[in-house]
Structure formats: C-alpha cells, structure tokens
Nanobody, 122 residues
Framework: VQLQASGGGLVQAGGSLRLSCAAS???????MGWFRQAPGKERDFVAS????????FYADSVEGRFNISRDNAKKTLYLQMNSLKPDDTAVYYC?????????????????WGQGTLVTVSS
C-alpha cells in the first residue's frame, strides 16, 4: 500500500482543515488511521476507521472536533478538523494496518504516508 497525504496548511485557532490520504496498491488494509507528531514529541494516535463497516475511534483530545471518514470508491481517507487549537499543530500522518484488531499504537501500523504539516496560530 502506498499512501499520499495532503491538505495541511496554516489556519487560525477556531478554524477548520480537511486532510486527505490517497491509497494505492494491492494490499488490503483493515484499518486506516491518522497520527500526529509535534516537534520534540512522540507520534500520537488521532483517529482510526475500519475500512469495512466504517467504525471509528478517536483520541480524547480530538473527540467531538475531528471526524475521520473514507471513500471506498476513491480509496481515500479523510480527516475533517474543526475548532482547531494551537495544540493541534503537528505533522499529520496517515497510516494503514492489515491486522484485524483495533489499536492506537503507531508500531502496529504497516504503511505510512509522508506527512502533512498543520500549523494553528493563536
């Protein structure tokens, strides 16, 4: 699986952005997710979605503000980010996992996109 993330940028606090992640290749992924990494910090889980069925899971820090979705036909993953805060500033990565168990650990994801920078100004 090859993943290509896009949609990052600079936004003021309270604003919105939508990230996209286009998937290609023949490998099948059960889960796809978004992670983020701020400067000097570890890569943290943001949200995940089960490709079949669409069940979602969010980190507490983004619950109610972010929405993860996917378009099966376009093989594209999305992350709609609303009410953005300066603490949301990070490089955002999309990832895919072939395992069948929901997990928030980045170590459990098999494929990664290149990352897209989101900067939220106060």
């Amino acid at each position: 699986v090859q993943l290509q993330a896009s949609g990052g940028g600079l936004v003021q606090a309270g604003g919105s952005l939508r990230l996209s992640c286009a998937a290609s290749g023949r490998s099948f992924s059960n889960y796809m997710g978004w992670f983020r990494q701020a400067p000097g910090k570890e890569r943290d889980f943001v949200a995940s979605i089960r490709w079949s069925g669409g069940s979602t899971f969010y980190a507490d820090s983004v619950e109610g503000r972010f929405n993860i979705s996917r378009d099966n036909a376009k093989k594209t993953l999305y992350l709609q980010m609303n009410s953005l805060k300066p603490d949301d500033t990070a490089v955002y990565y999309c990832a895919a996992r072939s395992g069948i168990i929901l997990t928030t650990s980045p170590l459990s994801y098999d494929y990664w996109g290149q990352g897209t920078l989101v900067t939220v100004s106060s």
